[in-house]
């Protein structure tokens, strides 16, 4: 309890309403209408100040009769959690696993399980680059490594890592290496050798 003493209650009541992720570990509020405790960093809504206490772990809240907030996962040991990283990684799996097939947005994030607006700008937001982006990065990474180390010819690479074209094989290829897929092969052959 001794952070709790050296923090008021105001200071504590503020973290919890901005949602500041930097008292996350540091206290839990519990909202005595709900039943239920959150991290200061938790997006539930604002409760009523006069239903909320305030705990210096997650145990004290539990043995208060509080139940964890399925949305912030205060139980988890983690000092911030991040509920979707998970989704992130996911995809992530789904494209490294399945790069040679067609994939589309709709299947992929109905695979994980949210739209493929909210998995377009998360995938986004988190990574820099959109799935489809992502997706022909690894697609060019493999085909880079298929082109140096196997005898397959440049159309062969392109469809062995899901493209139904030569030609957006080519232009993924360039856009990606500044190189056309011969380029690449015979420029990487030379310093090889």
């Known amino acids: 309890m001794n952070n709790l003493n050296n923090m008021s209650k105001a200071i504590m009541w503020e973290a919890a309403i901005s949602c500041d992720a930097?008292?996350?570990g540091i206290?839990?509020?519990?909202?005595?209408?709900?039943?239920?405790?959150?991290?200061?960093?938790c997006k539930s809504k604002v409760p009523n100040r006069k239903n909320v206490s305030f705990f210096s772990n997650a145990d004290k809240a539990k043995k208060a009769g509080y139940r964890p907030c399925k949305r912030c996962r205060p139980d988890l040991d983690s000092k911030?959690?991040?509920?979707f990283q998970?989704?992130?990684?996911?995809?992530?799996?789904?494209i490294d696993n399945h790069y040679g097939q067609k994939m589309l947005l709709d299947e992929l994030a109905s695979m994980v399980g949210v739209s493929r607006f909210h998995l377009n700008r998360l995938f986004k937001d988190r990574t820099g680059n959109t799935p489809r982006m992502y997706l022909e990065k690894?697609?060019?990474?493999?085909?880079?490594?298929l082109l140096l180390t196997t005898t397959l010819n440049c159309m062969e690479v392109g469809y062995q890592v899901g493209y139904q074209s030569n030609s957006s094989f080519y232009n993924a290829f360039r856009r990606n290496t500044g190189f056309s897929p011969n380029q690449f092969q015979?420029?990487?052959?030379?310093?090889?050798?």
């Open 22 to 24: 930097t008292y996350d």
């Open 27 to 41: 206290f839990f509020y519990a909202v005595k209408t709900t039943g239920i405790f959150c991290r200061p960093s």
């Open 80 to 83: 911030t959690y991040d509920p």
């Open 138 to 145: 690894v697609r060019i990474t493999k085909a880079k490594e």
């Open 86 to 94: 998970s989704i992130i990684e996911d995809t992530k799996q789904i």
């Open 186 to 193: 015979v420029s990487m052959t030379i310093m090889l050798h």
